[in-house]
Each structure stands twice: as structure tokens, then as C-alpha cells.
């Protein structure tokens, strides 16, 4: 099972992405990641093992911004490693998922005859391609979301933040729990 966060707030979000995650630390993941929106685009760093691999990433290579979001990766599709760790990003779009998107393989199929380009063997980022096309295609960020949910089957929990954006968080779920709470003044 997967572990997937999302912060929208007023305070720097990195640490306390991980924080979330050490907090849904309960059993066995081969990698973790975060994702940061900021006015210009969106940072990503990602790495294979333990949370605190990712840890030190962040330690080299530190990262700004008040809304992100994180992931700890148990691989249903592809090899655990650094490539197909969590947050997927495609043009501007970052996304985290947990559960399993039956009809991923067509999808891309479809998303690759249109030209886009997968770095990964996950069917987490059909979800960020499919999302970018659609906005690649005139959509704004929510209608892209939104159209790119009702073609999944399956059962899933997706968070998703866009660069230029930095105030925007899309969550969704369909059959797995997502839990949305508000802090004081967030």
C-alpha cells in the first residue's frame, strides 16, 4: 500500500511532506518522493529505498514552496527505482497515486500515438500525461483533471498540484480512501 499527501499552506511544505511520511510509514516501500509547486514550475526530487534516502536528497538539494506533494512507492507496475518513484510529472503537471489504473496500457498507447513521451513503467503517469494533454489541448487545470478521471477504470486515490499554480491542489478518489482536512489558516 501506497502513501500519498498533499499540503497546500503557508509554511515552507518540504519537511513537512516528509513528516507526513514518516507518518504513514507502516510497512514495506521501495521509494519515496515530494513535489513542490511554486509560480514558475514545480520541483520534484525522488529516491529509491527509505524515506531518509529521500532525506538526503533534500539535505543536497533543497527545495521551495508552500504547496506540494509526497508519495512512498510499493511497485505494482515497474521496478523499484528512482525512475518509477513517485511524484510523475508531465509538462507542468505532478501527480501522486495510490491504487492501480486497470486501463493504463491503453491509455498510453493512445497518449503515445499522440506524440508524448513516458520516462517510466508506472500507470501513475498516464494520469500526469493524460491531465497535460488534455491542457495541452485548451483545457484549464480543473476541467483537464476531471476529463482525464472519467476515463480511468480501476480504484485509486490521486493527488495532483501544476506548475504556475502554487494554490491549486486537485485531489480525487474512486474506491480507496482520501482524507482532506484544513489546518488554521491553510
Not at 525512475?83 to 492501480?100: S, T
Not at 503517469?125 to 491542457?135: K, S
Request: hydrophobic residues 40%.
Amino acid at each position: 500500500m501506497c502513501g500519498i499527501l498533499a499540503i497546500a499552506g503557508k509554511a515552507q511544505v518540504a519537511g513537512r511532506l516528509v513528516d507526513g511520511l514518516k507518518r504513514l510509514e507502516y510497512r514495506g516501500y521501495d521509494s519515496a518522493g515530494i513535489a513542490v509547486a511554486w509560480d514558475e514550475g514545480i520541483e520534484r526530487r525522488r529516491a529509491k529505498g527509505k524515506i531518509h534516502n529521500l532525506q538526503a536528497r533534500l539535505h543536497e538539494e533543497p527545495v521551495e514552496g508552500f504547496t506540494g506533494i509526497a508519495h512512498t512507492r510499493w511497485a505494482t507496475h515497474g521496478a523499484p527505482n528512482e525512475i518509477n518513484a513517485h511524484p510523475h510529472m508531465a509538462d507542468g503537471v505532478a501527480v501522486v497515486h495510490n491504487g492501480i489504473i486497470e486501463n493504463y496500457r491503453e491509455l498510453r498507447e493512445g497518449l503515445e500515438a499522440k506524440g508524448r513521451v513516458f520516462e517510466s513503467e508506472t500507470d501513475t503517469e498516464v494520469i500526469a500525461q493524460l491531465v497535460a494533454q488534455y491542457m495541452a489541448d485548451g483545457m484549464d487545470e480543473v476541467a483537464a483533471f476531471g476529463e482525464a478521471l472519467s476515463k480511468f477504470t480501476g480504484a485509486f486515490a490521486i493527488a495532483a498540484i501544476f506548475a504556475g499554480k502554487p494554490d491549486l491542489v486537485i485531489g480525487a478518489r474512486k474506491g480507496s480512501p482520501l482524507v482532506l482536512g484544513y489546518g488554521e489558516g491553510e
